[in-house]
């Protein structure tokens, strides 16, 4: 059981040993992949400036460099470096090896490859940093490979060819150095930065403000919660086209503010760091020619800076203006500082930066960098009293981002507060605006909803002159010429009703005119001719005359019962009692045919004409009862209901139906398919029961047939 144990762990410890090392391995040709790369660039350029070299011209050199990051140059001659592409690599005791072949080489603060060239009377050194190497490590100054390799900072660099190591050659095969697992260095002394007043600030911290943090986790909370909002009111609008006008108007009105706040607030930082930035570079500059002033009353009658002790003098004048100063010769090298050992342990280069060197403006202020972090720097002419210019001074003022961060989290801390607050109010805001702004239009879409022709529309009131007043006025206008309408309207059906109820008067009259007429010649006759059989044909004629003269009766009560049927005026009725009522006279009729209810009794209200509606359930009843005369198993069934927002009665018969040729003419003023009547009765109910704000059907089949009325419930 241990052995198996054991060949288990040994198992798993190789399996992890050849995945370290398969990773290592593609590490390794990672890096031999991009230092290639940059070798067969690097090339290039060497080409481009031996043919500036050539041509004597500095400022093609410095055009040639200026825009390479990744690839430093230096450029010699018989009395020592005249150029330098960069100087944040601490290039110092650099020896001559041999030309056109990559070396590998440690310098203070970076593991590089080098490689010298010659062009003419120069020689040019070319250096790819590949990874850091300062003696001074902390977390602001951190031993990592440079931004050009695609590579882990778990690998080290080493020169010699160990166990566990894989070899990095060139294009060539020629072996330059190997990487390897790293060993984890704890962080080094920091005596020399913190001796320093500038680049001090590389060892302190600035936290961010607790306070920020609260109001950016608001703000995010408050932003997500803006845009949730808006996706669910899209999904339940299914789509922005489908979603109220008020809740778009607050949507876009929501964005836009969002929008311009957020403009507002990122410039406001944009234009705090740059005043920040501006600042500093103007108090900095300011700061130098302080300086200047001092070192050059110091050294008025120096005619170089050679031979002096600069340091003593720079040590003296760093304390009364709390910076860093240091000063370079003709050439370009460091002479003095007031903090040397930050040069000594290779941190910094001891050349100047080139730019003022090689410009012909020097007195201004650039931006250096020191690992991975920025700072700046002022450069000035150091003069002599004959204005003699004899060196360099520079004055650094090192700016972590962290103090930029802690000026803008002070900004923002102060600032998102009143941000946060205007943007909860402009939303409120939004809301109540979005729906003062659509309330008339809402009010408007009622009124058109209750819009209906043939009864009084009330007028809308707004009194502002903006474009939904002219709106409302346009309504309103529309208004009163719907209802000049409908009344012309009524008064052409009026008319229109009133010529065929005369047409269908006049031939009703007509028919039983004719026998009568006859009826009475013929009596007339058989008197003149003493006929003995006069006396029976006058008994006879005289029954005749009297049923058609009934028949004319009831043609004419029928007639004045449409002439004069009142306005409908729609009021509260206790539609249960009315209907129940009509059915108690209805139970005592002469066909013996049964009729059940189905329905309160009393107490169930709606809204029609209590004077007439009772004679809509009259109708119907009498033309059920006439649907089933003569047919044995009469039934009728009369049923209330009460729906959520109408009341619904339905008398149902089981007669023969009506017929579908005629069921689209059931309702007309002057149809009936009786022997008898003018057909009055179905239209009068209509417009009883329509004038009420209800509405009259039916259903009809050959097994009976079945009218609803429907009645607005209180």
Request: glycine share 6%; charged share 20%.
């Amino acid at each position: 059981m241990k052995k198996q144990a054991f060949l288990y762990l040994c198992t798993l410890f190789f399996g992890f040993f050849m995945v370290g090392c398969n990773r290592l391995d593609r590490s390794a040709a990672q890096l031999q992949s991009d230092l290639a790369r940059q070798a067969d660039h690097a090339l290039v350029i060497v080409d481009q400036l031996a043919q500036a070299l050539d041509e004597n011209s500095i400022d093609s050199v410095w055009n040639i460099t200026s825009q390479e990051k990744d690839v430093l140059f230096y450029i010699y001659n018989n009395q020592g470096m005249v150029y330098w592409s960069r100087n944040w690599l601490a290039a110092t005791h650099i020896y001559f090896s041999r030309y056109d072949t990559w070396e590998y080489y440690q310098f203070q603060n970076a593991h590089a490859i080098c490689r010298w060239s010659a062009a003419g009377l120069y020689k040019i050194l070319t250096v790819i940093p590949v990874k850091y190497n300062y003696s001074i490590t902390n977390d602001k100054l951190r031993n990592t490979f440079l931004p050009a390799y695609h590579i882990s900072n778990k690998w080290d660099i080493s020169r010699e060819q160990k166990e566990g190591f894989v070899p990095i050659n060139t294009s060539g095969g020629k072996y330059l150095f190997s990487i390897g697992p790293a060993t984890p260095v704890e962080a080094t002394a920091q005596t020399p930065l913190a001796e320093s007043f500038s680049y001090s600030n590389v060892l302190s911290d600035n936290p961010s403000s607790q306070r920020l943090h609260i109001y950016l986790w608001l703000s995010v909370a408050l932003f997500l919660a803006l845009l949730a909002w808006g996706i669910i009111g899209l999904v339940r609008s299914h789509g922005w086209g489908n979603m109220p006008l008020s809740r778009r108007f607050a949507y876009s009105m929501v964005a836009l503010l969002l929008l311009s706040y957020l403009y507002v607030f990122f410039v406001s930082i944009r234009f705090t760091q740059s005043a920040y930035n501006k600042r500093q570079k103007s108090e900095l500059l300011q700061k130098a020619h302080y300086i200047q002033k001092n070192i050059q009353d110091i050294y008025y009658y120096r005619l170089s800076l050679s031979d002096i002790a600069v340091n003593i003098d720079l040590r003296d004048l760093c304390y009364p203006y709390e910076t860093d100063i240091n000063v370079y010769d003709l050439n370009g090298n460091l002479v003095g500082s007031s903090s040397p050992a930050i040069f000594d342990n290779g941190l910094i280069s001891t050349h100047m930066l080139p730019e003022p060197f090689f410009s012909e403006r020097v007195d201004t202020v650039y931006q250096e960098r020191l690992g991975e972090m920025d700072y700046l720097c002022a450069y000035v002419e150091l003069q002599n009293g004959s204005y003699v210019t004899i060196g360099y001074i520079a004055v650094p003022s090192y700016i972590s981002s962290d103090r930029i961060r802690a000026e803008l989290d002070d900004f923002m801390a102060r600032m998102l507060p009143y941000y946060l607050l205007t943007v909860l109010i402009s939303v409120l805001l939004s809301f109540a605006l979005s729906r003062t702004i659509t309330r008339p239009l809402n009010t408007l879409f009622d009124n058109l909803m209750k819009l209906k022709i043939g009864r009084k529309n009330a007028h809308l009131e707004y009194n502002k002159k903006d474009e939904i007043g002219k709106l409302v006025e346009r309504y309103n206008e529309m208004v009163d010429e719907l209802d000049d309408s409908a009344e012309r309207l009524a008064r052409s059906e009026r008319e229109g009703a009133w010529r065929t109820m005369a047409r269908q008067i006049a031939h009703e009259i007509n028919n039983p005119l004719t026998p009568m007429k006859l009826s009475i010649q013929q009596m007339q006759r058989l008197k003149n001719a003493q006929d003995a059989r006069f006396d029976g044909f006058f008994d006879h004629s005289t029954d005749m005359l009297i049923g058609q003269i009934d028949n004319l009766s009831r043609i004419a009560s029928s007639f004045s019962s449409f002439a004069k049927l009142p306005e409908v005026a729609p009021e509260e009725v206790d539609i249960a009692e009315k209907l129940y009522t009509v059915i108690t006279l209805f139970r005592n009729n002469t066909e013996h045919v049964p009729i059940r209810y189905v329905g309160a009794e009393q107490g169930v209200f709606g809204i029609a004409d209590g004077a007439q509606i009772g004679q809509v359930f009259n109708n119907l009843i009498k033309n059920a009862l006439q649907a089933i005369e003569d047919k044995p198993g009469g039934d009728i069934i009369v049923m209330l209901k009460e729906l959520p927002d109408s009341l619904e009665i339905s008398v149902s018969d089981n007669g023969g139906g009506i017929p579908a040729d005629i069921q689209d003419k059931i309702f007309m003023p002057n149809f009936t398919t009786k022997s008898t009547g003018a057909g009055l009765g179905l239209a009068i109910s209509k417009n009883i029961v329509e004038g009420g704000g209800g509405s009259l059907r039916f259903t009809t089949s050959s097994k009976g047939t079945t009218f609803f009325v429907q009645i607005r419930k209180v």
